[in-house]
């Protein structure tokens, strides 16, 4: 839960409703932030009218200093669980660009207990001039998780790998374009 904390990523808000129902379904990939800002009091009227802590997911930009870089990272653990980052980017003239995929899948320490997700990012940057630029970015996010219910203290010890809710599941679907201006006034700002 993320009561009065307005979330957001590259400056767009994530949380499902910052007052009514303020759980965060969506995270970008740790591998895609470049940095977390939290901003507090008045400062972050700076992303709506409402003012209390705003925690911000900035993501990496494309690279500038090449033509063409791409990672690749993958993890495997315990319960079937498998975790793939890949990545590509690089700049040629006024135009970056920067792309990414993400796949997580475990099966999960009890029965319908398992998870997928799914992530991919698309950037790209174009210089108009040497203090202003325009971003175009696209999200797409997919889950699909079981939810095999919390277990009392006394249902644990009798049989941990007991499942409540054999076939409750949660799918989430996310898909955000946007389009950004930004512009340097000067060399201050």
Known sequence: ETNFLLTLKDGIPIVSDWFGYSTLYYQPPTEDIERVELI???GSLLYGPQPGPALNFVTHQPPTDTPLTARTQHVFGS????NTYNSVGGTSGPLGYRGSFTRRHADGARPNADYTVYHG?????????PSSRWTFNMDAYESESGEAGRL???QYLANR????TPSDRIWIER???SVAY?????NDT
């Open 182 to 186: 930004e512009h340097d006034l000067s």
């Open 161 to 164: 790998d007991f499942t409540r």
């Open 79 to 82: 319960d079937g669980l498998y």
């Open 152 to 154: 009392s203290l006394s």
């Open 40 to 42: 507090r009091g008045g």
């Open 121 to 129: 990012n698309a950037k790209a940057v174009l210089k108009a001039d």
């Open 175 to 177: 898909y955000v374009p």
